[in-house]
């Protein structure tokens, strides 16, 4: 998997109520691909183990944060929905939760995959219905 798909897939907050959460993500082959901790901050990792974003959540929107800290984005959560920007702003997607289900949508309203949710476990799959990746506790938002 490249590592500009797996921080896409891990790179915000999944819309689930705002309390002290912890979990963790793993790709398709079992490695850890990230981490979330109670005071809502995500950190994700490339197929290494090494640090390549991070994110932080405050009220509705998440900014995001690359390995050197710069600015990589941010989402906003409106209800069940949450949108996805880049650093400049543009908007590059969205995320509609339906119950456990949540199906992920680009800038142009083309499917991306969906995230489907079991009690505390998640598992992620592409545009294609294939699976990709899974964890327990927050599951990523796109």
Do not use: C, N
Not at 49 to 77: F, I, K, M, N, P
Request: aromatic letters at 6%.
């Amino acid at each position: 998997m490249r590592i500009s798909a797996l921080l896409t897939m891990i790179l915000a907050i999944a819309a689930l109520p705002a309390v002290a959460q912890t979990g963790r993500q793993y790709d398709s082959g079992g490695r850890t691909a990230g981490r979330t901790e109670g005071s809502g901050t995500q950190r994700q990792y490339d197929s290494s183990g090494r640090l390549v974003g991070r994110s932080e959540t405050r009220g509705d929107t998440t900014r995001h944060y690359d390995s050197g800290g710069r600015s990589a984005g941010r989402t906003e959560q409106r209800g069940d929905t949450l949108r996805h920007y880049d650093s400049s702003g543009r908007s590059t997607g969205r995320t509609e939760w339906r119950g456990d289900t949540a199906r992920i949508y680009d800038s142009s309203g083309r499917s991306q995959g969906r995230i489907e949710r079991s009690g505390d476990d998640w598992r992620r799959y592409d545009a294609q219905g294939r699976f990709i990746g899974r964890g327990t506790g927050v599951p990523p938002s796109r």
